[in-house]
């Protein structure tokens, strides 16, 4: 038997692609027509319009890395049909721009394969389970996301994982530049900054004496620097940074997105809800907030009745706050082998108090701790537990009919896969560790999840059923939200647990 | 509950356990026989988002159609007026032509999908009805029949032959399981004309598969019961017939009482026909009415260009031209009785589990090169035991499969269903040369047989470029489907050849080895 997991990896990447050929008929979100417009702007427009071109509603957001991207996956598009790359873009595309597009992020996805071949050694040199490997590249919150809904996830997860396999193998400044080209593509993985900084301050600068430090502080800077110059000077040129601001980080939108990201603020609504609630029972006057969070669209903040208002400085200091102790421990011990932990810490604690937190940036954390998954017990409890949840917090994503058993399947299969390979490699483990032969596996399998996790796994269950088939019988058409609330609060639930069980194993074992 | 001491982070033997799948053991069996459920399953929902055959081709449509306007029939129409022109039910347009199970498998869909959509169903209004939503209850149904006829079916029968241990060694046996369960179940061709071109295959294709589980696990009882319920929901599972035929008996004659044997088994026989077929008893112009439906030889011996021996050699002689249909018959009807006759013989003298997988493909095969009016789909039936066998004909199979889905690639076409069947090969190929696998043992061919075997595969290759990137000749315009036929034909008279030769060494191989391992 081949001794290393890289083939093998390669085999789960063409699966996974033959599943992603089957899923260009599939439905598409706006995303598509964001992409569709960005990839024409990109191509028809100089770069001194792409901030500023407003043939469609769906402007340039991203940073000039991913404009950049975008340009390069339109080079070959005049092949197909000059029509594809022309502003403003044709309202219904045709069936060759679809199967372009699906194409394109298929294509990109192979970076994603790069890092995870790469990955492929831990940061012991050991190999890593073809399982790891595998839950990454079959994903089925990634195959959602990128290629139904639409979006390319796969890609900046690749240089992701790829800037935490350079800090893995010691190769700091590599891993630094990859991580602020990845900022300068998709600004959302600045929560991740604080720990690459305090990391790569200590253990890259600190350490080797002054003189060296310093010069190793100045390298690294530059290198970061370098990458930004060249994301962001011509727009600087242009004078357009001010423009370029207010698109990345548009404050106005609001703290939750239209659909609750089931993280810490749905709980604050509901109590918020609550506390109205029974205020008003007992006899006080509590004004009731014109536009409510039910309603589907949230444009401004000021919607809470009694809680205190919530503003992007205090989701900024409470991500911060939930943080530190990650911080702390980068900085005090910095190893390699825990930096996934970490990065993967920070990126849970910017979901779980972030402002206009979408359901889809739980994949920047589930992504990498699925890598880890295998390194003990305890994680693959964990992985599988959290990586069910944040799948079926995507579901509200593909509300359509046709997708409906698709993602049913995705995540059937996927928790299946994890069933049987976490019950199998730690029965395997524990067999040739010469411990009792464990023939049903039942230790495993009563470990993997324990009776409460199991509960509210089937609770998932519950919900699903309620929301397809009981709600619509009990209400009718009306309280139509409230099967998305009850999705994101009993998601929140899974995923404020995962948080603490990463705090707590980053306080305790790193 | 156990909590498990936190494992050390240190494997002992990293390469090894890193390259080790999460399938293979120790993984628990059932979950793993779930998980690759599960994956087959999922596979046949991605196929089922593509098109389907006829789709928006008004005015005859496709195969959707005819099973649509089926359960339409069945569901506002009398069981009389199911198979007679009436004016509610012209027979010129998709009538009922397969035996009396699918028309009641059609009226069970029709009911639920009247329950929940009426007018895709409505007598005569909703010909032709089509909408996502009816496209999407009828591809559940699809979805459910496969789920629960032929899912089970290929569970017991992969239970029965590893518990047989048919032609294994041991190794295959604690190993060889998943990855025969996964050939089975990711039949290529099966999901792409199920789910995509849109038939219920499955359903008479797993009732057989239920019924060689039957015979694999010595339930001959109910594997007879189960194979005419596949004769009964498609009469194409006939093909099979010969071998189950030729099987049963010669395990009869081994007995002690074979008459009895002979007698009970022709009882379930009778017993299942009669109750499938009650409703069509009451007269005797009532039964040979279904019956003139089931054979319509009036379409003559063949159509389209399917890679048959009748419409391959009609290139040469033009059998349509010389011969009426009543000598035509015959002659396929002798030369069908021809060609599985040996494998026919071997099975009545020296009946055996691996034997029977064999006669299976080759009777099946006989059927779909010499009998009257055959389909480019009837290539599921002889598919069916080479993905049974596959464990034993590795490489066999994986060839079969490659040109059995060549042989349908001018339908994927027409069906649009292109990407799909790109996939979907891939996916097998996948599955097929999964890594760790060590099935792949290696043949030794020389050199120049490899040239003349990667000289059918060459060809094939081509043709699949040019059939959708050349026009054809304004003379032959049907010159493309033809070559794909005559490629397919040689490749699937070579392989019945080499079934025949093998089922016919098997009596002499296992003499040799000796009878150790039947005990």
Not at chain 1, 353 to 380: C, Q, R, Y
Not at chain 2, 164 to 173: A, H, L, N, S
Request: proline share 6%; glycine share 6%.
């Amino acid at each position: 038997m081949a001794a290393s997991s890289s083939p093998a990896a390669a085999w789960a990447f063409a699966a996974a692609t033959c599943v992603k050929l089957l899923l260009i008929p599939t439905y598409w979100s706006t995303d598509f027509d964001v992409h569709r417009y960005w990839l024409a702007l990109t191509h028809a427009l100089p770069a001194r319009q792409w901030y500023t071109d407003q043939s469609s509603q769906w402007t340039l957001d991203y940073p000039p890395f991913f404009a950049y991207f975008s340009r390069l996956l339109s080079l070959p598009a005049p092949l197909v049909d000059p029509n594809l790359v022309s502003v403003p873009v044709p309202e219904s595309p045709p069936f060759a721009h679809l199967l372009y597009l699906r194409l394109t992020v298929a294509f990109s996805d192979l970076v994603l394969l790069g890092s995870v071949l790469l990955l492929a050694r831990d940061a012991r040199r050991r190999q890593r389970a073809f399982l790891a490997l595998s839950l990454v590249l079959w994903s089925p919150a990634l195959l959602a996301v990128d290629h139904i809904h639409f979006q390319y996830n796969g890609f900046l997860m690749g240089l992701l994982l790829l800037s935490l396999y350079f800090l893995e193998q010691g190769w700091d400044l590599a891993g630094g530049v990859v991580f602020a080209s990845l900022l300068c593509s998709k600004h959302l993985f600045l929560v991740a900054a604080p720990v690459y900084f305090m990391y790569l301050f200590r253990h890259y600068c600190c350490g080797r004496g002054v003189i060296k430090g310093l010069g190793r502080l100045v390298l690294m800077g530059s290198g970061v620097a370098a990458v930004f110059a060249a994301a962001f000077a011509p727009f600087v040129y242009y004078g357009q940074v001010k423009q370029l601001f207010d698109r990345l980080f548009p404050f106005g939108r609001g703290l939750c997105h239209a659909y609750w990201a089931p993280n810490f603020w749905v709980f604050y609504i509901m109590l918020d809800k609550v506390l109205a609630f029974l205020l008003r029972r007992l006899g006080f006057n509590v004004a009731i907030p014109e536009a409510s969070f039910t309603g589907g669209l949230v444009s401004n903040s000021s919607l809470f009745a009694v809680l205190p208002k919530v503003t992007p400085i205090t989701t900024f200091l409470l991500v911060i706050l939930a943080m530190t102790p990650c911080l702390f421990k980068a900085f005090s011990n910095p190893q390699p082998k825990y930096i996934i932990r970490w990065v993967s810490y920070a990126c849970t604690c910017g979901f779980i108090f972030g402002w206009h937190v979408h359901e889809k940036a739980s994949l920047h954390f589930t992504i990498p701790l699925a890598l880890i998954s295998m390194d003990n017990l305890n994680d693959a409890r964990h992985y599988f537990l959290l990586c069910i949840v944040s799948c079926y917090s995507l579901f509200p994503l593909l509300f359509e009919n046709q997708e409906y058993l698709i993602k049913v399947m995705l995540l059937l299969t996927y928790a299946a896969l994890m069933w049987v390979g976490f019950t199998s490699h730690f029965a395997a483990n524990s067999d040739q560790e010469g411990k009792r032969i464990n023939r049903s596996g039942s230790t495993v399998q009563n470990g993997l999840i324990g009776s409460i996790g199991l509960s509210y796994l089937l609770g998932i269950a519950a919900i699903e059923l309620w929301s397809q088939v009981f709600h619509q019988r009990v209400f009718g058409d009306r309280l139509p939200f409230l099967p998305l609330i009850m999705v994101s609060f009993y998601c929140g639930i899974g995923m404020m647990y995962s948080w603490m069980w990463q705090l707590v194993y980053i306080v305790r074992h790193t | 509950m156990a909590k498990p001491k936190k494992s050390r982070t240190s494997a002992p033997d990293p390469p090894k356990a890193a390259a080790r799948l999460p399938w293979q053991p120790p993984a628990p069996p059932v979950p793993t026989a779930l998980l690759i459920s599960l994956a087959a399953l999922l596979v046949r929902v991605l196929v089922s988002v593509g098109p389907y055959s006829g789709q928006g081709a008004a005015p005859k449509f496709g195969d959707y159609e005819a099973q649509r306007h089926w359960m339409e029939l069945t569901l506002h129409l009398p069981p009389s007026d199911w198979y007679r022109n009436t004016s509610d039910n012209d027979l010129a347009y998709w009538g009922l032509d397969y035996p009396p199970l699918s028309a009641y498998q059609s009226l069970l869909h029709g009911r639920i999908i009247n329950a929940s959509l009426p007018e895709a169903v409505a007598l005569r209004s909703s010909r032709g009805y089509e909408s996502p939503e009816s496209k999407l209850l009828m591809r559940w149904t699809v979805l459910s029949s496969d789920l629960l006829v032929f899912f089970p079916a290929a569970l017991w029968f992969v239970w029965a032959y590893m518990r047989g241990g048919i032609g294994i060694t041991v190794e295959e046996r604690r190993e060889g399981w998943m990855w025969l369960l996964a050939m089975v179940l990711i039949s290529p061709c099966l999901v792409l004309i199920d789910h995509g071109h849109f038939q219920y295959n499955c359903i008479s294709l797993g009732l057989a598969l239920g019924a060689i589980a039957g015979v694999l696990s010595r339930n001959e009882l109910a594997a007879a019961a189960l194979f005419t319920l596949a004769i009964n929901h498609k009469q194409m599972s006939l093909y099979f017939a010969p071998a189950f035929f030729s099987h049963l008996l010669g395990k009869c004659l081994k007995r002690k009482y074979p008459i009895v044997e002979v007698m009970k088994l022709a009882f379930v026989v009778l017993g299942t026909f009669a109750i499938v077929w009650w409703p069509f008893l009451h007269s005797y112009e009532a039964a040979l009415q279904v019956v003139s439906r089931l054979a319509p030889f009036e379409r003559g011996i063949y159509e389209d260009y399917v890679a048959n021996f009748w419409c391959s050699t009609s290139v040469i002689v033009k059998w349509k031209r010389l011969f009426a249909i009543k000598p035509l018959k015959i002659m396929s009807l002798s030369a069908t009785i021809l060609a599985f006759l040996p494998s026919f013989v071997q099975q009545v003298k020296s009946p055996s589990n691996l034997g029977f997988l064999y006669s299976l493909m080759n009777s099946s095969f006989s059927f779909y090169l010499f009998s009257y009016q055959v389909h480019e789909k009837s290539i599921l039936l002889p598919l069916l035991p080479a993905s049974l066998l596959a464990l034993k004909e590795h490489q066999m199979y994986g060839w079969f499969v490659y040109f059995a889905l060549f042989s349908m690639y001018p339908l994927i076409c027409r069906d649009q269903l292109l990407l799909q069947y790109i996939a979907v090969l891939a996916l097998f190929f996948l599955i097929y040369y999964s890594p760790g696998g060590r099935h792949g043992k290696r043949l030794n061919i020389s050199c120049r047989a490899k040239v003349v075997l990667s000289l059918p595969f060459l060809c094939s290759l081509l043709l699949h470029v040019t059939y959708l990137q050349l026009e054809p000749p304004k003379r032959y315009p049907y010159l493309f489907d033809a070559l794909i036929m005559f490629v397919s034909f040689s490749q699937f008279v070579i392989l019945t050849l080499y079934t025949n030769y093998k089922q016919w060494m098997l009596d002499t191989h296992s003499r040799s080895v000796g009878m150790k391992k039947d005990l």
